[in-house]
Nanobody, 126 residues
Framework: QVQLVESGGGLVQAGGSLRLSCAAS????????TGWYRQAPGKEREFVAA????????YYADSVKGRFTISRDNAQNTVSLQMNSLKREDTAVYYC???????????????????WGQGTQVTVSS
């Protein structure tokens, strides 16, 4: 299995930017499709963005399209989420997620994640 550890969360003013990173260890990272989810207080966990194992395809929730960018570095075993023009409604715990590419092409689009990180808090103030 793969272990995922997020970092980069924090407090930021509305309109600001943050970059989240997820470090993967355990199995061959390139064999996993990866993505980001988030969960706001009192709400269900929701899909944010995904990137295929080959880095050739990216997908975004409509709420973040044009503001967030997902990327991954298979050599460094990392997946990142650049968040710009942050809004108060982006406040949530953000989770890195992964699924074996042999089971599913794109996590959050074709299937649910198999693996989760512990989450990192993002708080956007007005």
């Amino acid at each position: 299995q793969v272990q995922l550890v997020e970092s980069g969360g924090g407090l930021v003013q509305a309109g600001g930017s943050l970059r989240l990173s997820c470090a993967a260890s355990g199995r061959t990272f390139r064999n996993y499709a990866t993505g980001w989810y988030r969960q706001a207080p009192g709400k269900e966990r929701e899909f944010v963005a995904a990137i295929s194992w080959s880095v050739s395809n990216t997908y975004y929730a409509d709420s973040v399209k044009g503001r967030f960018t997902i990327s991954r570095d298979n050599a460094q075993n990392t997946v990142s989420l650049q968040m710009n023009s942050l809004k108060r409604e982006d406040t949530a715990v953000y989770y890195c997620a992964a699924v074996s590419r042999f089971k599913c092409r794109t996590v959050g689009v074709d299937c649910s994640p198999e693996y989760w990180g512990q989450g990192t808090q993002v708080t956007v103030s007005s």
